[in-house]
């Protein structure tokens, strides 16, 4: 995985939607799998999406965790 990608995942924001203004990063599991069933958006921001999804399936979020701790 890119690194520029998990520093997006931190730092940017959903721009439309329930979750608007939430940190990708801290949108619910719940949604995402929601977006694997309908389909990821095109762009960058379904990129960050579906990363995010295979992240907290595989129990990855700890590696956000402490790149997040780093980055402050």
Same mark, same amino acid.
């Given at each position: 995985? &890119?690194? !520029?990608?998990?520093? &997006?995942?931190? !730092?940017?924001?959903?721009? #439309? /939607?329930?979750? %608007? ?13 929601? #977006?694997?069933?309908? /389909?990821?958006? *095109?762009?960058?921001? /379904? ?6 999804? *295979?992240?907290?399936?595989? /129990?990855? !979020?700890?590696?956000? &965790? *402490?790149?997040? %701790?780093?980055?402050?």
């Amino acid at each position: 995985m &890119d690194n !520029t990608i998990l520093l &997006d995942l931190i !730092t940017k924001k959903m721009p #439309f /939607g329930k979750y %608007k203004n939430t940190l990708i990063c801290d949108i619910p599991e719940h949604y995402l799998i929601w #977006f694997k069933r309908k /389909g990821f958006p *095109e762009g960058k921001l /379904g990129i960050w999406l579906e990363s995010m999804y *295979e992240i907290k399936l595989n /129990g990855l !979020t700890y590696l956000l &965790d *402490e790149l997040r %701790k780093r980055n402050l």
